[in-house]
T-cell receptor
Framework: AQRVTQPEKLLSVFKGAPVELKCNYS??????LFWYVQYSRQRLQLLLR??SRESIKGFTADLNKGETSFHLKKPFAQEEDSAMYYC???????????FGGGTRVLVKP | EPEVTQTPSHQVTQMGQEVILRCVPI?????FYWYRQILGQKVEFLVS????????KSEIFDDQFSVERPDGSNFTLKIRSTKLEDSAMYFC?????????????FGQGTRLTVV
């Protein structure tokens, strides 16, 4: 069974502070991991995925297979980063996404 | 980025009525999905559709639900007899163009309210 856990429902940080969103997963094979973001009144959109190993909008995420984690980090949060962030897992290309419960990030000025 | 348009944006229906949610993906893709999110809960997978048939469905997707792609463009989710607990945001997603890209593109969602 696939499971994704995001332990924090809400993260509130000041502008310029680091932010880390935790994501742990459970899957017996080698999954693909993603972070999706949903800004206010907008659709879910892909932020980044582990296979591309890139930084998007200053965010990075490293897949740690030993700890089965895929935490999302940004060293200096900006107000425009305020959004809902969802960690998601897929068994393979063309397979469904299993989402975590989401973390709401609020960046205060 | 491929565009996925869902209609209507908000649907209010009486319990027991049938509803059809529509998704129009602009451009050709391989995989089509429906997800739903009950208020305050996770985004949950409902069904995936590939090569004009259901490839996987969740426990939620019971006999009350059906999907089809009648004209090769629209992708619809039908709920035959709605229940109060069907109230949720329903998201359509597309994935996998020719290169089997794993990125899923979501529509803006349809908010279904069953009263």
């Amino acid at each position: 069974a696939q499971r994704v856990t995001q332990p924090e429902k809400l993260l509130s940080v000041f502008k310029g502070a680091p932010v880390e969103l935790k994501c742990n997963y459970s899957y017996s094979g080698s999954p693909e991991l993603f972070w999706y973001v949903q800004y206010s009144r907008q659709r879910l959109q892909l932020l980044l995925r582990h296979i591309s190993r890139e930084s998007i909008k200053g965010f990075t995420a490293d897949l740690n297979k030993g700890e089965t984690s895929f935490h999302l980090k940004k060293p200096f949060a900006q107000e425009e980063d305020s959004a809902m962030y969802y960690c998601a897992l897929s068994a393979a290309a063309g397979n469904k996404l299993t989402f975590g419960g989401g973390t709401r990030v609020l960046v205060k000025p | 980025e491929p565009e996925v348009t869902q209609t209507p944006s908000h649907q209010v229906t009486q319990m027991g009525q049938e509803v059809i949610l529509r998704c129009v993906p602009i451009s050709n893709h391989l995989y089509f999905y429906w997800y739903r999110q009950i208020l305050g809960q996770k985004v949950e997978f409902l069904v995936s559709f590939y090569n004009n048939e259901i490839s996987e469905k969740s426990e939620i997707f019971d006999d009350q639900f059906s999907v089809e792609r009648p004209d090769g463009s629209n992708f619809t989710l039908k709920i035959r007899s709605t229940k109060l607990e069907d109230s949720a945001m329903y998201f359509c997603a597309i994935q996998g163009r020719l290169a089997m890209n794993t990125e899923a593109f979501f529509g803006q969602g349809t908010r279904l309210t069953v009263v």
